[in-house]
């Protein structure tokens, strides 16, 4: 119309029109330009279309199956067919993506309002198509819709029945198997000593020698005794023997005589009997017979006699010389021990007495170490039950190694560790002193073995991941002891797929896979919406 301004209907404003003449004083009036509102609403439109698309989507995935309750929906598909929870179709109510086209077209000014509200279009169908699957109630969900499902991978290993066990090092100091300090048994003056300090001896040689006058007089008193004990003894013998000799032929005679005084009274009695002897002839015939009787009797007590008591003197003399070479043992022996010898094969490590001076009884002479070394090292009261008598070990210095063996095990612990014995067993031994690392083998527990990085904690208890029928389960164990990289523990089976390395987040009774990855978000979620739980 004439006089009025034209609203132009390309993107683009029109120009002003010319100014005209006029002779009034009011100021003429100003074409206004309208306010581009399809540009501030397109943004706008396509920021919110898109979170709450995302945010259908994210809610739908992150708790699959959970029907929504709200008014309106944007699971409507391009073609507006989709239905909302109250039954409405989202292309005709408001706050859908038509809305935000009609707010991009109010005024017909121009081609961009209509492109901004065709995005808007765009962007809402994509974010809506997003979260249909959660977004839609179970009773108006459409057939063959997919539940998203969480699949884990993980590393699994079979638990073993066994036992733990493990190397340990600790420090061993090499010293010698047998140590004493030689004390005298006597008292006398140091006339010699044998060896110096350093020297080796043997066991039984002499190291220190004594001079004790009186002792060498007791020993020569006592071989006196002795010597005339076995004169008497030799003389008793004798004297039995002779004597038993005479009372010997003394009951042979009597024996004798009896024999042939029997037979004349025999003679006699058979005469007697033709008249041929007087009686009295027979009657001292037969006193005759009993006298020669008495004669042999008294012969064979004598000879019993001189048996008894020569028997008892022999006894007694061979006491008599029994107890004289006691006496002479003894005196032997005191004088021995003035000669201070080495109990043992070793060498001299000190030397207490030099030749002259005076060494009372049981004054120390010398101190001498065996030539058998060992190694003397401290063990935890935990392991120490193990290490019984035998036990192989090594003993390193430097770059050698040797091998020992325990000799010695108290068993009792001194200061919370037992102190061990251990025998070189072979010909090359480290000088005495030497310290160095006793190695060996120790048991921690018996009990089923799994990798420790398998173990998890919360608060005082201790637990694992089995793994079966694609599911993974929380047992409690109790660990009973730990060796590098494996652990002891009871509470599962041997056999059980234990997860060797748990991941982050994982709970009992997850889906797990121990042959690949887990399925991915695009199987279970074919909206294209973000994978279950929310963005990577």
Request: no cysteine.
């Amino acid at each position: 119309m004439g006089g009025m301004e034209q609203v132009s209907t390309s993107g683009t404003p029109p120009p002003p029109p010319p100014r005209r003449a006029t002779t009034s004083t009011a100021p003429p009036p100003t074409a206004r330009r309208p306010f581009p509102w399809g540009w501030l609403f397109v943004p706008l439109l396509l920021g919110g279309a898109g979170f709450v698309g995302y945010r259908l989507g994210h809610a739908d995935s992150g708790s699959a199956g959970t029907p929504r309750t709200g008014g309106g929906s944007f699971g409507a598909g391009p073609a507006g067919a989709g239905q909302s929870a109250g039954g409405q179709t989202g292309s005709g109510q408001p706050g859908t993506s038509r809305s935000g086209r009609s707010s991009g077209t109010a005024s017909d000014t121009g081609s961009p309002s209509r492109t901004g509200g065709a995005a808007t279009d765009s962007a809402a169908a994509d974010a809506t198509r997003s979260g249909a699957a959660g977004a839609r109630t179970a009773g108006a969900a459409p057939t063959g819709a997919v539940t998203s499902t969480v699949v884990t991978p993980v590393q699994v290993t079979a638990a073993t029945t066994g036992t733990l066990s493990t190397s340990r090092t600790l420090t061993g100091t090499v010293a010698a198997a047998q140590t004493t300090t030689v004390t005298a048994r006597t008292s006398g003056t140091v006339t010699a000593v044998a060896a110096a300090v350093g020297a080796s001896v043997k066991a039984g040689q002499t190291v220190v020698t004594l001079s004790n006058t009186d002792l060498n007089s007791a020993v020569q008193s006592a071989q006196n005794a002795l010597d005339s004990a076995r004169v008497q003894l030799r003389g008793q013998q004798a004297s039995t023997v002779g004597a038993r000799a005479g009372l010997q032929a003394q009951v042979t005679a009597a024996q004798l005589s009896l024999t042939n005084a029997q037979a004349t009274l025999n003679s006699q009695q058979q005469l007697l009997a033709i008249g041929a002897v007087a009686r009295s002839e027979v009657t001292a015939q037969q006193a005759a017979v009993a006298q020669a009787q008495t004669t042999l009797t008294t012969a064979r007590a004598n000879l019993a006699e001189n048996e008894r008591s020569g028997a008892q003197g022999v006894t007694e003399a061979q006491l008599t010389v029994q107890k004289a070479q006691l006496t002479l043992t003894q005196a032997q022996a005191a004088a021995d021990a003035a000669r201070v010898t080495a109990p043992f094969a070793g060498q001299i490590t000190a030397l207490n007495v030099a030749p002259g001076e005076y060494l009372t009884a049981n004054g120390e002479a010398f101190t001498l170490v065996s030539a058998q070394r060992q190694v003397n090292v401290n063990v935890p009261a935990t392991e120490a039950a193990t290490l019984t008598p035998g036990t192989v070990l090594s003993f390193r210095s430097g770059t050698q190694s040797y091998p020992l063996k325990v000799a010695q095990n108290p068993g009792a612990p001194t200061n919370g560790s037992v102190p061990l014995t251990a025998r070189f067993t072979g010909q090359s031994v480290p000088a005495l002193g030497s310290v160095g690392s006793v190695v060996y083998t120790a048991k921690v527990a018996t009990g089923v073995l799994v990798p420790s990085t398998a173990l998890q904690a919360d608060g005082d208890q201790t637990y694992v991941f089995t793994v079966a029928g694609g599911r993974a389960t929380l047992k409690a164990v109790t660990v009973l002891g730990q060796a590098g990289t494996q652990s002891a523990v009871s509470g599962i089976a041997s056999g059980a797929q234990v997860v060797t390395q748990p991941p982050t987040g994982l709970l009992d009774g997850a889906g797990v896979s121990t042959g690949g990855a887990a399925a991915g978000s695009s199987a279970t979620n074919p909206a294209g919406g973000p994978p279950p739980g929310g963005l990577p």
